[in-house]
């Protein structure tokens, strides 16, 4: 048997206000005049109190993303492309200030700056050969983990499947309850349920170990809090819940609500956190107890989840759904164990599907 030797983010800081210290996090890095820093931060930002407080020089680089679609191999090229026509040196850090899909761009395009051929050729498991720029990650909405894990999701030509790799570890993180603020409640509630929606999947999974579990408790006890209870912190333990959540996965694994919500996004563009909520309210019979509270979370919330969605669907489209859900072996492996193939038939997964 072989252990996975998972690499961790080894620098970290938590609090409300603790954006401010990326100043000083920033100014270790920075050696020369000539050496500058990329800001990449999720458009939403723009013209809002946050703009103001990023603390870019005259000579660095803020590169506002677009994230309406989650992040494709070609935006990533074409944004590090950018990036090496902005100076003739690379930037002595990359930051990602946003959701999910802005911390993934920030660590691609941190990738990419020392790795050439192009992001699709980097999807895989640890196909990156040399390290990354220096880069950190500050989440503005909670719950995808992305802070935490060693991938970066991406949607290529033929896949939908993230560059994993030690070097795609951020190298320092900022978690600021602070920078959550204004982040609408269905958005809120759909990144929070893919937290939420990790902690059921991890502890149900044949992967499980008392190291996922020991982090995967606690993240769904703090997701019950949030969602289930009215807490004045709820902030904090919402953002606590999200890094745990990808600690817990990182020596786990998710399970067959990821699974068929991969298959959804990759062919009606669905995204990750609402995407997942459409599969998990139909998968009772993997999950029951955890389908369940989930439920009662989106009654308390009044999240009502488009219905009917796979109906008018070409065969072409179903077929191709159901080719990327069961493609994703250790998912299926986490779910059922070594004999996956035998459960996981193109009936089971179409008749999930249609459910939707
Ligand atoms: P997101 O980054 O796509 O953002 C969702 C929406 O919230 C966007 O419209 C964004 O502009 C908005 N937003 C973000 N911060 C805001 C704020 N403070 N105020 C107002 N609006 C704000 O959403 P997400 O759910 O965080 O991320 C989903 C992405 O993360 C997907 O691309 C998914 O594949 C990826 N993901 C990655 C990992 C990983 O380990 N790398 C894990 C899970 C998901
Ligand atoms: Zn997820």
Redesign the pocket.
């Known amino acids: 048997m072989k252990f996975r030797n998972f690499k961790t983010v080894p620098r970290m800081i938590f609090g409300r206000g603790s954006f401010d210290q990326l100043d000083e996090v920033l100014a270790e890095q920075r050696q020369t005049d000539k050496d500058f820093v990329v800001f990449a931060v999720?458009s939403?930002h723009k013209g809002k109190p946050l703009e103001g407080r990023i603390p870019a020089l005259p000579h660095d680089m803020i590169l506002w993303v677009d994230?309406t679609d989650?992040?494709k191999t070609t935006y990533v090229d074409a944004l590090t492309e950018q990036v090496q026509a902005f100076a003739d040196q690379n930037p002595v850090s990359v930051v990602g200030l946003?959701?999910?899909?802005?911390l993934?761009l920030a660590k691609a395009i941190s990738l990419m700056l020392t790795n050439p051929g192009g992001s699709a050729s980097y999807q895989g498991w640890d196909l990156i050969k040399n390290p990354s720029v220096h880069h950190v990650g500050i989440p503005?909405?909670s719950?995808?983990?992305?802070e935490a894990?060693r991938?970066?999701?991406l949607t290529g030509p033929d896949k939908k499947l993230?560059m994993n790799s030690d070097y795609t570890v951020f190298d320092q993180i900022i978690m600021d309850p602070d920078?959550?603020?204004?982040?609408?409640t269905d958005?809120w509630f759909?990144?929070g349920m893919?937290c939420y929606i990790h902690g059921i999947e991890a502890l149900n999974g044949t992967y499980i170990n008392e190291f996922a579990r020991a982090f995967g408790e606690k993240s769904l006890d703090l997701c019950r809090e949030v969602y289930l209870g009215d807490h004045p912190d709820a902030d904090e333990k919402l953002m606590m819940a999200s890094y745990m959540g990808?600690q817990s996965i990182a020596y786990s694994q998710v399970g067959a609500c990821h699974a068929l919500s991969y298959g959804l996004s990759y062919v009606m563009g669905y995204?990750?956190?609402i995407g997942n909520c459409i599969v998990m309210d139909v998968l009772d019979d993997f999950y029951p107890e955890g389908v369940r509270e989930f439920r009662e979370m989106m009654k308390k919330h009044n999240i009502t989840l488009p219905k009917g969605i796979t109906k008018g669907l070409s065969e072409d489209d179903m077929q191709k759904m159901i080719r990327v859900s069961s493609g994703l072996a250790p998912l299926w492996e986490n779910v059922y164990g070594k004999d996956w193939q035998t459960h996981v038939t193109p009936e089971l997964l179409r008749s999930l599907f249609n459910k939707m």
């Open positions: 999720d939403v994230v989650e992040p946003g959701g999910g899909s802005t993934d503005t909405i719950g995808t983990g992305a894990s991938t970066t999701v993230g920078l959550v603020k204004g982040v609408p958005q759909y990144t893919d990808g995204h990750h956190g």
